[in-house]
């Protein structure tokens, strides 16, 4: 499977509570819960996603909340109970692929946004498609767009574990990633600064300048 392309790898040791609730909302699988750990791997082309998932299920007991397939790209994610067969599970996928985490593409932010003391009509707006909990009038609203798109799972977990804030919306596949928080300027703040640090430590290669 050389012809395959690794653009996300992320190990998530454990769900916050916003975010296992706010995959267990957009997942078509089985919903993972607060305290599981998962897996979450994004590859080009997309219909290899389906082997993948099954060599992780095979290889361990994980369970698959969110597989999707797109013309250029596919993501999954499995999740469990234990840390140990999360991470068992991405390392089969590896060994499947012939590769190590490193050769993942490393996360670029595009945009990275701060809007405060959101207006009334705005925050209906984004209220309207959100998925998440709701931004309210006077929030601070942070805004990010990653390439590649599956790392907005990782993002938007740190965000919650860093500070209380609300997620809104988080859309982690296709060709960017981006996740809407929300709340008191200075718990948003923080997490910016600690999702943003994050995301630069994260090692593997630079992502290329057209899709794959």
């Known amino acids: ?64 909340g969110i597989q999707i397939v797109e013309r250029l790209f596919g993501l999954l994610e499995v999740h469990s109970a234990s840390q140990a067969d999360a991470r068992q599970a991405g390392e089969a996928i590896l060994k499947e692929l012939g590769l190590k985490s490193e050769d993942r593409m490393k996360p670029v932010v595009l945009t990275s946004q701060l809007i405060k003391n959101i207006s009334d009509h705005h925050a209906q707006l984004i209220n309207k498609t959100r998925y998440g909990n709701m931004v ?35 859309t982690g596949y296709g060709r960017y990633g981006r996740i809407y928080i929300a709340g008191e300027e200075a718990e948003v703040l923080v997490s910016k600064e600690i999702v943003e640090t994050r995301l630069a430590d994260l090692t593997g290669r630079d992502v290329v300048g057209k899709a794959e």
């Open 1 to 64: 499977m050389n012809n395959v392309t690794l653009r996300t790898y992320s190990y998530l040791d454990s769900l916050q509570l916003q975010m296992a609730s706010y995959m267990a909302t957009v997942s078509r699988g089985y919903f993972p819960i607060s305290g599981e750990a998962c897996t979450i791997v994004e590859i080009s082309p997309g219909i290899e996603i389906n082997r993948l998932l099954d060599v992780a299920l095979k290889a361990t007991n994980v369970t698959p």
């Open 136 to 170: 309210l009038k006077g929030d601070t609203l942070y805004v990010l767009e990653i390439e590649p798109a599956g790392y907005a799972y990782y993002a938007a977990n740190e965000a919650e574990k860093a500070s209380r804030i609300n997620i809104i919306n988080v």
